[in-house]
């Protein structure tokens, strides 16, 4: 919802590939990198069709289908037979060929990249002041691609910019860009659970009025399991965690209904109300 809400407003295109499959969530290269390659091949080839890139706005899918469309286009160059291997395979399904003509590329980028701080901060219309947003970048956005050309995997500062120029206070904490705990959820739920507290521990110690996340795997993790994360570290939380496209969409005047912030397990109602709604 806040993603088409935004694009909407900002002027930007969505084209929805409903053909497009799973990315797998890096599971599938438990059984086979050849059916991760494959299937993220296809979702590629469906964006090439169409001679755009592919936009995901969660960090999962960014780091998964990116870090495919990397180990790709270097097969295509340094290990032709493998690169064959996968299109022979969409080919059995009937699918377009992978011909690495696209790129694939998170919201955040896109907005921080292309569409600019600059023209962003033009959009505002209810500037954020004195809201403190907690970036939390997560383990995939950063690190699962070789390259980064618009922020550091080490030291990242993109949606910090991006919340600056939204009139919100970035605040820097330690657990930024560490591992919400999603990805033990399925076999090890309680250290998944004690490993998100220490993340909303450190961001409210940080007096952080929120956390705000550009991966719907985080936001699943940090806001809808936080009231099982309390009972597993027996501490209070109670911490608002917003999708990124909810943040921008609040700066740029869209109606909070309109950006889903009613369906959140922690509530937004302060949050709101610290706004002036």
Request: with cysteine; aromatic share 6%; net charge neutral.
């Amino acid at each position: 919802m806040a993603t088409q809400a935004i694009a909407q407003t900002l002027g930007i295109e969505l084209i929805e590939l409903k053909k497009a499959a799973c990315c797998g969530s890096g599971t599938f290269k438990e059984e086979s990198q050849l059916l991760e390659d494959t299937v993220n091949a296809r979702n590629i080839a469906l964006a090439e069709q169409l001679k755009l890139p592919l936009l995901t706005h969660c960090s999962t899918c960014q780091g998964v289908i990116g870090h495919v469309d990397d180990r790709l286009k270097a097969a295509k160059a340094d290990d032709p037979a493998y690169f064959d291997q996968v299109n022979g395979l969409l080919q059995e399904q009937k699918c377009s060929p992978y011909q690495g003509s696209t790129e694939v590329k998170h919201i955040l980028w896109a907005l921080v990249g292309d569409y600019g701080l600059e023209m962003i901060t033009q959009q505002v219309k209810r500037k954020l002041s004195g809201l403190r947003c907690a970036a939390f970048y997560g383990c995939y956005l950063l690190r699962a691609q070789s390259s980064l050309p618009f922020d550091n995997p080490v030291n990242p500062s993109s949606m910090e910019n991006l919340f600056a120029a939204l009139g919100a206070t970035p605040v820097y904490y330690s657990g930024r860009t560490q591992c919400c705990g999603w990805p033990l959820s399925s076999y090890a739920t309680e250290a998944s659970f004690k490993m998100a507290g220490n993340r909303l521990e450190d961001a409210i110690a940080s007096q952080a009025d929120c956390i705000v996340t550009p991966c719907p795997l985080c936001h699943l993790n940090l806001d809808s399991r936080q009231p099982e994360v309390e009972k597993a570290t027996g501490k209070t939380l109670g911490l608002p965690i917003l999708h990124l496209p909810q943040l921008v969409g609040l700066a740029l005047g869209i109606e909070p209904s309109k950006l889903g912030l009613e369906r959140h397990v922690v509530k937004t109602q302060a949050l709101l109300r610290k706004l002036g709604f």
